[in-house]
């Protein structure tokens, strides 16, 4: 019986200790930030275990108010790669104190996890040859436009009021750089996808000035930094933190040098402008859900 009320003890222990970040970062000196390997300009590795991107520098940001607000001498940040598959479960069970790369906030998440003040807002639009002539949804018809096998871009376009009477054919690419040659080779005249995911094709192009993202915004989803649920104290200090990068202009410096300058490693630059929707995100922060930006 003592055994049985000393393991569930335990486990309550590490429970609340998951709950209250702000204790386990101060008692042990160090937090885990999740990074991504390969998520465009948010998160990425430069290899030796180096990880940068946007939302990685928004991160050491807030982690840097973190170890002020807790009095710290010296914080020790520790990098674990994410993927799509682990990266909930990671945080749930205290893997990762902080998930900064490229997940977007939906109902569906918030009940295993919760989402800081959104910071970037993804909009699926298309891609063409800046000589094609062509600037909306409308003039596609007839036309063959490109999707990533796997991906829900084609349905939202169809499902767009301006595609009504339009009737256009997909072609599909095994992935977004299959997608991209077929558009570059002429044999799609459109090509589909989250804008991050054009810009970042069009930047590592043979010939970038040659093509450009237009068109009607298809749907928007919020990206935002994850952290545990039910931990109020720490989603306070990550959420005051970045409001705070936001009111002074931090924030925007930071998109203009990950998605408008030269970055690395290649020195391309995306030049992704910011959208309305993330500048709308900026002006009034809020975690709120895509669920909630669909019903607009």
Wanted: with cysteine; hydrophobic share 40%.
């Amino acid at each position: 019986m003592k055994k049985t009320m000393f393991a569930l003890a335990a486990v309550m222990a590490l429970g609340v200790a998951q709950a209250d970040t702000l204790a386990k970062i101060k008692g042990s000196g160090a937090v885990t930030m999740g990074v991504r390997e390969s998520s465009g300009a948010l998160s990425f590795t430069l290899g030796d275990g180096k990880y940068t991107g946007y939302h990685v520098e928004i991160c050491s940001r807030v982690l840097d108010d973190v170890k002020k607000q807790l009095a710290l001498p010296k914080l020790e940040v520790k990098y674990q790669a994410v993927t799509s598959q682990n990266r909930i479960p990671l945080v749930q069970n205290g893997t990762v104190d902080i998930e900064c790369g490229s997940t977007t906030n939906n109902q569906t998440r918030q009940k295993d996890v919760a989402f800081a003040a959104t910071t970037y807002v993804e909009e699926v639009r298309i891609a063409v040859k800046a000589n094609s002539g062509i600037t909306s949804i409308s003039q596609l018809n007839g036309k063959k436009v490109a999707t990533t096998t796997g991906t829900t871009s084609v349905q939202l376009l169809r499902k767009h009021e301006r595609a009504g009477g339009v009737n256009f054919d997909e072609v599909f690419g095994k992935d977004h750089a299959e997608s991209f040659l077929l558009l570059e080779s002429g044999r799609a005249d459109a090509f589909v996808m989250d804008s991050q995911i054009l810009a970042g094709a069009i930047s590592k192009s043979k010939a970038p000035a040659e093509y450009k993202i237009v068109g009607e915004v298809l749907s928007v989803e919020p990206i935002a930094i994850m952290i545990r649920k039910d931990d109020p104290a720490f989603k306070k200090a990550v959420d005051d933190s970045i409001k705070g990068m936001m009111k002074s202009g931090e924030v925007a410096k930071l998109y203009d040098k990950w998605f408008m300058q030269a970055i690395p490693p290649a020195g391309t630059k995306l030049n992704l402008p910011t959208s309305d929707a993330t500048k709308a995100a900026w002006a009034n922060p809020n975690d709120k859900p895509v669920e909630e930006y669909a019903q607009k």
